[in-house]
């Protein structure tokens, strides 16, 4: 994957791959998090939700303009100390909201001093000459750094929950959570049902509901800090692998404003540096209601998974659900890969296939645990999102390729489109998964899960369509906007990308008002809507875009 590519490229990847890590930890719990610990309704979760991925995303503009005047390198070390703090705080158990806004604060600037400006090297690194033709494949490299944390971070937070729900001899019920924040309130109508979960939890020791929604909501919300300090541990990595194999990229570490490398510098005029930037404006403000549906993922999407999708599943489907039977099946189509390469040596062919029996093993072993009824987290369903980017990243890859060779591969711009055309689909798939359920306010009513359950297949073939479109147009903005950017402003216009992304963040939380209060199929049609809108406005700047494209 790496070959023919400068090494600072694997330094950045795994650096970046950390950080993701610690912040994908985060993302599945956050809205399961607020609403367990403080009994936050939707809309309040929302806007924190926005407020919080907007800072994230935002204030990487003014880490960009900071880094364009300091250096790169020097700012992202920062942000990344800055980070360990803001998640290290997060595992402090506390009922402070003032405390944990104030740790949300700290996360979200250091990752605007850390985002952008890894990307500005990473796109320094291949200015150099025998590197520009990579250029893109390295983001897609890059890309799979990301997701790759990104998938185990889900299991881990659920792994660390469910431990210290069960040293405290509780188990996860998802409907709990709101039932017991309802029951205070005055409001839950089923009373004995919560009273029938608490007696089986609490066996002998159960007194009343109001001793056990205590204890119950106290230790769920120590295994979602726990996983937060988690968080800090993968970013403490992270700095160490950047500052001490820094020596692989030290060379692309530098201003285009200081000219410390003349060779690679580039000047235009102001009339060139105009028009990159309206392009690069324009296209970021498509992105905007990309991020703004996607990123439904660790909201909507998740309250979808924990009330209106079923939590137990048949042995096959628990497999997908299963982190060492999960594993298995990729070692397995990993080492088919090696054995059926025609271009790979006996002793590779022999160790795909040696991959292949122990991998089988093990899922024959796991498989053998599954009983006929297994239990599934809401918060599981996000790890297939970064499984998907890094499995089906090769094969758009090498599409593209082989487009390219044949002279049809699609611009940039052209590429971002597309990808906006098949994130509609996607939110059709939910429309569909929805017709003829309860709408969440009146579920809100009635507390805990939906009366009729779907099966998790709607929600995994929404994440791959959402993840075939995030392939056409996440890391291809960040190859554009690399590409296109005036080279004294490119840490600015990289968080100018993610300022765009910060708004679209902002306005993924309000969709939690018309979840509230819509029917479902009302809410999905929404994001239907705003995704062919951004496509056809996409496709009528696209000659503008195409034609910067070809001059920079």
Same mark, same amino acid.
């Given at each position: 994957?790496?070959?023919?590519?400068?090494?600072?490229?694997?330094?950045?990847?795994?650096?970046?791959?950390?950080?993701?890590?610690?912040?994908?930890? $985060?993302?599945?719990?956050?809205?399961?998090?607020?609403?367990?610990?403080?009994?936050?309704?939707?809309?309040? +979760?929302?806007?924190?939700?926005?407020?919080?991925?907007?800072?994230?995303?935002?204030?990487?503009?003014?880490?960009?303009?900071?880094?364009?005047?300091? =250096?790169?390198?020097?700012?992202?070390?920062?942000?990344?100390?800055? $980070?360990? /703090?803001?998640?290290?705080?997060?595992? /402090?158990?506390?009922?402070?909201?003032?405390?944990? @806004?104030?740790?949300?604060? +700290?996360?979200? #600037?250091?990752?605007?001093?850390?985002?952008?400006?890894?990307? +500005?090297?990473?796109?320094?690194?291949?200015?150099?000459?025998?590197?520009?033709?990579?250029?893109?494949?390295?983001?897609?490299?890059?890309?799979?750094?990301?997701?790759?944390?990104?998938?185990?971070?889900?299991?881990?937070?659920?792994?660390?929950? *469910?431990?210290?729900?069960?040293?405290?001899?509780?188990? @996860?019920?998802?409907?709990?959570? =709101?039932?017991?924040?309802?029951?205070?309130?005055?409001?839950?109508?089923?009373?004995?049902?919560?009273?029938?979960?608490?007696? *089986?939890?609490?066996?002998?020791?159960?007194?009343?509901?109001?001793?056990? !929604?205590?204890?119950?909501?106290?230790?769920?919300?120590?295994? @979602?800090?726990?996983?937060?300090?988690?968080?800090?541990?993968?970013?403490? /990595?992270?700095?160490?692998?950047?500052?001490?194999?820094?020596?692989?990229?030290?060379?692309? *570490?530098?201003?285009?404003?200081?000219?410390?490398?003349?060779?690679?510098?580039?000047?235009?005029?102001?009339?060139?540096?105009?028009?990159?930037?309206?392009?690069?404006?324009?296209?970021?403000?498509? &992105?905007?209601?990309?991020? $703004?549906?996607?990123?439904?993922? !660790? %909201?909507?999407?998740?309250?979808?998974?924990?009330?209106?999708?079923?939590?137990?599943?048949?042995?096959?489907?628990?497999?997908?659900? *299963?982190?060492?039977?999960?594993?298995?099946?990729?070692?397995?189509?990993?080492?088919?890969?090696?054995?059926?390469?025609?271009?790979?040596?006996?002793?590779?062919?022999?160790?795909?296939?040696?991959?292949?029996?122990?991998?089988?093993?093990?899922?024959?072993?796991?498989?053998?645990?599954?009983?006929?009824?297994?239990?599934?987290?809401?918060?599981?369903?996000?790890?297939?999102?970064?499984?998907?980017?890094?499995?089906?990243?090769?094969?758009?890859?090498?599409?593209?390729?082989? #487009?390219?060779?044949?002279?049809?591969?699609?611009?940039?711009?052209?590429?971002?489109?597309?990808?906006? %055309?098949?994130?509609?689909? =996607?939110?059709?798939?939910?429309?569909?998964?929805?017709? !003829?359920?309860?709408?969440?306010?009146?579920?809100? =009513?009635?507390?805990?899960?939906?009366?009729?359950?779907?099966?998790?297949?709607?929600?995994?073939?929404?994440?791959?369509?959402?993840?075939?479109?995030?392939?056409?147009?996440?890391?291809?903005?960040?190859?554009?906007?690399?590409?296109?950017?005036?080279?004294?402003?490119?840490?600015?216009?990289?968080?100018?990308?993610?300022?765009?992304?910060?708004?679209?963040?902002?306005?993924?939380?309000? &969709?939690?008002?018309?979840?509230?209060?819509?029917?479902?199929?009302?809410? @999905?049609?929404?994001?239907?809507?705003?995704?062919? $809108?951004?496509?056809?406005?996409?496709?009528?700047?696209?000659?503008?875009?195409?034609? &910067?494209?070809?001059?920079?």
């Amino acid at each position: 994957m790496f070959k023919n590519h400068p090494k600072g490229l694997i330094v950045l990847f795994f650096a970046n791959m950390g950080e993701r890590f610690g912040y994908y930890t $985060m993302i599945p719990i956050f809205a399961l998090f607020f609403q367990a610990k403080f009994g936050m309704s939707p809309e309040s +979760v929302g806007n924190l939700w926005s407020a919080f991925l907007f800072a994230i995303y935002f204030l990487p503009l003014f880490g960009g303009i900071l880094a364009d005047k300091i =250096g790169y390198g020097r700012t992202i070390t920062v942000g990344i100390v800055f $980070m360990i /703090i803001g998640y290290a705080l997060m595992g /402090i158990p506390t009922n402070s909201m003032l405390f944990i @806004y104030f740790a949300l604060f +700290v996360i979200a #600037l250091g990752t605007g001093f850390f985002k952008g400006n890894l990307a +500005v090297i990473l796109g320094n690194l291949y200015e150099e000459q025998g590197y520009k033709k990579l250029h893109d494949a390295a983001f897609n490299i890059f890309y799979m750094g990301i997701n790759i944390g990104a998938f185990f971070a889900p299991y881990a937070a659920t792994f660390l929950r *469910d431990w210290l729900l069960r040293k405290d001899g509780f188990t @996860y019920v998802a409907s709990v959570p =709101g039932m017991i924040h309802q029951f205070y309130k005055g409001k839950l109508e089923n009373i004995a049902e919560l009273e029938a979960i608490a007696r *089986d939890q609490m066996g002998n020791a159960y007194t009343n509901i109001t001793d056990f !929604g205590e204890k119950y909501i106290n230790s769920l919300s120590q295994g @979602y800090n726990a996983a937060f300090a988690l968080a800090a541990c993968s970013i403490v /990595i992270s700095l160490l692998i950047f500052k001490f194999y820094k020596k692989y990229y030290k060379h692309a *570490d530098y201003l285009h404003s200081k000219k410390v490398n003349n060779k690679n510098s580039v000047e235009l005029t102001p009339k060139q540096t105009k028009e990159r930037i309206v392009a690069l404006i324009l296209v970021f403000t498509v &992105v905007i209601f990309f991020w $703004m549906a996607f990123h439904q993922n !660790g %909201l909507t999407l998740t309250w979808f998974a924990r009330d209106y999708t079923v939590d137990s599943v048949s042995p096959f489907t628990k497999i997908f659900f *299963d982190l060492p039977a999960f594993l298995s099946i990729i070692a397995i189509i990993i080492g088919l890969v090696f054995v059926v390469k025609k271009s790979s040596l006996p002793k590779t062919k022999a160790s795909g296939a040696m991959v292949m029996i122990i991998a089988a093993i093990v899922l024959w072993w796991r498989y053998g645990t599954f009983g006929d009824a297994n239990p599934i987290s809401p918060e599981l369903f996000q790890s297939f999102n970064p499984i998907f980017v890094v499995f089906l990243t090769p094969v758009i890859v090498a599409f593209f390729a082989w #487009l390219n060779k044949r002279g049809k591969e699609p611009s940039s711009p052209k590429k971002i489109g597309i990808g906006m %055309l098949l994130l509609a689909a =996607g939110w059709i798939i939910m429309i569909l998964a929805s017709l !003829g359920l309860i709408s969440p306010k009146a579920l809100a =009513g009635i507390g805990g899960t939906s009366p009729f359950l779907v099966a998790p297949y709607w929600l995994i073939g929404m994440y791959f369509t959402l993840t075939v479109s995030e392939l056409f147009i996440s890391p291809m903005g960040l190859a554009f906007v690399a590409k296109v950017s005036p080279p004294k402003f490119r840490g600015m216009m990289q968080g100018g990308w993610l300022a765009a992304t910060a708004i679209g963040n902002m306005l993924s939380g309000q &969709v939690a008002k018309p979840y509230a209060a819509m029917e479902l199929w009302q809410t @999905y049609t929404l994001l239907v809507v705003t995704s062919l $809108m951004s496509a056809t406005f996409m496709f009528l700047i696209i000659k503008k875009l195409e034609r &910067v494209t070809e001059n920079s």
